[in-house]
């Protein structure tokens, strides 16, 4: 079983979010994909269609998430699951940063307002 190390984590920054990735085809994972998001305090992610199922769990803070026009306000520990095919943002409107634990499949993509496509590098 491969064991990623915080400090060998790959930080990757998009839309004012930080995204350390652990698990990725990269770091040996065949089928999951893993990151903890970093989401600064007044930032407001794009929203989204996403090809695959996400699951977020709250590690601090109070981020907001909104699937299918459906806003969720999280707490530490909480979980949401979007579906795939589903249309999400993530915003943190609190005075701290927020940071989340995300899950999903190997390959995701999303599709932003404009059509389009982003692959992420922590997704693959």
């Known amino acids: 079983m491969p064991v990623v190390r915080s400090s060998d ?7 004012g979010v930080r995204f350390v990735s652990y698990a990725s085809t990269a770091t040996g994972s065949t089928e999951l994909c893993a990151w903890r998001g970093e989401v600064p305090a ?7 269609t996403i090809s695959r199922e996400e699951v977020f769990l709250v590690l601090s803070g109070g981020p907001r998430l909104t699937i299918d ?7 530490p520990g909480d979980v949401a699951t979007a579906p795939a095919g589903s249309r999400l943002a993530l915003a943190n409107p ?8 995300v899950t ?4 995701l993509e999303a599709v932003l307002a404009d ?3 982003i692959s992420p590098p922590w997704a693959r």
């Open 42 to 48: 007044g930032t407001a992610g794009p929203a989204h």
């Open 69 to 75: 026009g459906e806003a969720h306000d999280l707490s």
């Open 104 to 107: 999903t499949g190997v390959g």
């Open 115 to 117: 059509g389009s496509r």
């Open 94 to 101: 609190g005075d701290g940063p927020a940071s989340v634990w």
């Open 9 to 15: 984590a790959v930080v990757h920054d998009l839309h």
